[in-house]
């Protein structure tokens, strides 16, 4: 199953935030032994960094991003992917939500 994962989970993994911390380990778990597909969108990365630089330190923050880029489907977000022939991409992500293309 494809999940799109909401930055908040992945900070909550990388930041270690509670309450949340438990669920969002879980789920980053769950991707981990390939029990779920998780997928992240490409304009959510700069935010990741900004907010680990700025709540913990650079390292970390280049350490997150790395993480997401490894582990991660990253769901581009550009006017080739949400037009024309690319559009399938956010249809099957729509779908696999429930919200249909």
């Known amino acids: 199953m494809n999940v799109l994962l909401d930055l908040n989970v992945v900070l909550d993994v990388v930041l270690g935030r509670e309450p949340s911390k438990a669920e969002a380990d879980a789920i980053w778990d769950a991707n981990r032994d390939g029990r779920i597909d998780a997928w992240m969108s490409a304009a959510a990365l700069p935010t990741l960094f900004y907010v680990v630089r700025k709540q913990a330190d650079l390292a970390r923050a280049h350490l997150a ?22 559009a399938d991409v956010c249809g099957r992500v729509g779908a696999t939500l429930g919200g249909g293309a």
């Open 65 to 86: 991003v790395t993480n997401c880029l490894r582990s991660l489907e990253i769901v581009p977000v550009d006017r080739t992917a949400l037009s024309g022939r690319q």
